[in-house]
């Protein structure tokens, strides 16, 4: 069983990893938060949110990576990875009391769990910490229509073009990286079996547009990975 590191009273003011919204709050509403949250350490493959469970708190991810998932009529569902600093599941805390997905720490994180009600009241009182939230919350949703075009109308080697090209650039900023996920995973998150995830790479191996070494992974041919991304 998981054992989760708690940190009491953290002074918000002083967090190196605080957002933009939380920026825009005067000391007053900072002290309001810093009363109103706990941070939280969760290690790799630890639940952070459970699809069905009652939603009290507002989540910021202050380091480490995740993944969102939801449970379908069928099977469960990779709907995306994240890595901080960003807010999670905002869309559920304000559209239903309920969380409508799960959330698993990818590897070691830190989380801040804020206070619902305190989060709400910061949102009445603070004009620009609303509008920083509110242009969070679009940025969400358009790249969630984003991927579930991509998804839909790319073949399954420019959607895995794409995952490779979203750790490269966004997760890890870098062309040598450490896949965070299994290939099981990987068919998940672009709609494929494992096999065909398998097969792909390989490919791309022998064309000379990546580099293998267990989950090693270096991008060496980018410009050939961003055709078959754009190709489809």
Known sequence: MSKY??????????????????????????????????????????????????STNVIFLRSGLVKVHITGPYSEQIVKISKA??????????????NQYSITALDNCELCFIDNTTFRQLLKESEHFSYQIIQSLCRYEIESFRRC????????????ADVLLD???????????????????IGNLIDTSRESVSRMLSEFEKDGIIRMTGKQMEIINKKSLELISQNG
Do not use: W
């Open 5 to 54: 590191s708690i940190n009491m009273n953290q002074d918000c003011r002083l967090c190196p990893f605080v957002s933009t919204a939380i920026e825009k709050l005067s000391d007053c509403q900072m002290q309001q938060l810093t009363d109103n949250h706990i941070v939280v350490s969760f290690k790799k493959g630890d639940p952070i949110i459970k699809q069905g469970t009652y």
């Open 85 to 98: 600093p960003q807010y999670l599941g905002l869309p559920t805390t304000f559209g239903d009391a309920v």
């Open 149 to 160: 075009a991509n998804r839909t109308q790319k073949l399954t080697r420019g959607n895995l």
């Open 167 to 185: 750790f490269a650039n966004n997760i890890f900023q870098s062309d040598v990286f450490t896949i965070p996920i299994s290939q099981v995973e």
